[in-house]
């Protein structure tokens, strides 16, 4: 039994591995800003907590409160985050901002605030959700990609100083996941994207984007969770988990194909309508 903390539990991925994480047997405190989406949860002996990641008194508070009721921490679970696609032009600075405080800092702020009790164990595990998108930049995400290659470049620099501490660091790096995310993506892409240069190709792809993240050949959340699982339980963890449908591809793709062919093939896919 592992006492997990972890982010974003208030739907979609998160939600879903708090409950499986509890039904495995471990002692789970499930943190978002919506407390009342996490109620359910205490049927499977999961303990809501209402934390802002981007709040530094809510961060302190959530795990003050974790400590004082169990005495340690074992794994941290960074899921909390959001997308809000538009062209850089179009984006303005305080939403980049926001999006970089609630996918960057409040994560890397989380883990500056655990790393001393899990150092004082001897042990630990902090898991960061990624994205592919964190490894190839796909149309008119330019801020939210900005955020996941952060959480990469972080991840791997935080893996490398607590590995003489007996503290795993692992990235979960999902592809197309069937949750709200993309609704909220489309929405602001549409949003920013109106009566400027960029409304045409704009509105095409945040069609794309709620056409896609509606549709039943995205893989569901548990399929992240199941990842997740073996993060938290296996001896030595992966260093990155690559779950859902097209991840490895998309990766992959974007890894042999030239620059320039990548760049023409996204904007030609935010030209086509789904």
């Known amino acids: 039994m592992k006492v997990i903390l972890i982010t974003g539990a208030s739907s979609g991925i998160g939600y879903d591995a708090a409950q499986a994480l509890a039904r495995r047997g471990h002692r789970v405190y499930a943190a ?21 990641v981007t709040d530094e008194d809510s961060l302190q508070e959530g795990v003050r409160t974790v400590l004082e009721a ?41 883990c500056q605030l655990v790393l001393p009790v899990m150092r004082s164990q001897g042990s630990g595990r902090i898991i960061n959700t990624s994205s592919v998108a964190g490894k190839a930049v796909l149309y008119y995400g330019g801020w939210y990609h900005v955020s996941k290659f952060s959480v990469e470049a972080l991840s791997d620099a935080l893996r490398m100083e607590m590995k003489p501490f007996g503290i795993d660091v692992v990235l979960i790096e999902p592809g197309g996941i069937r949750t709200d995310w993309g609704h909220i993506a489309g929405d602001h892409l549409a949003a920013s994207s109106e009566g400027t ?19 039943p050949f ?29 991840a490895s591809l998309i990766v992959g793709s974007h890894a042999l194909l030239p620059a320039r ?6 904007r030609q896919m935010g030209r086509i309508r789904i």
């Open 32 to 52: 978002a800003r919506r407390l009342a989406n996490m109620e359910p949860l205490r049927a499977f002996g999961v303990t809501p907590l209402r934390m802002d």
């Open 70 to 110: 169990e005495g340690r921490i074992d794994v941290l679970i960074n899921n909390a985050g959001y997308g809000f696609f538009g062209a850089i032009e179009n984006v303005p600075l305080e939403e980049a901002r926001r999006q970089l405080e609630v996918n960057v800092f409040g994560l890397a702020r989380l």
């Open 197 to 215: 240069v960029y409304a045409q190709t704009g509105t095409c792809e945040a069609e794309n984007l709620h056409k896609a993240y509606s549709s």
């Open 218 to 246: 995205l893989s569901h959340p548990s399929v992240v969770t199941r990842a997740i699982l073996r993060a938290v339980e296996s001896r030595r963890p992966r260093v990155r988990y690559r779950p859902g449908r097209g």
């Open 261 to 266: 062919w990548w760049d023409a093939l996204m």
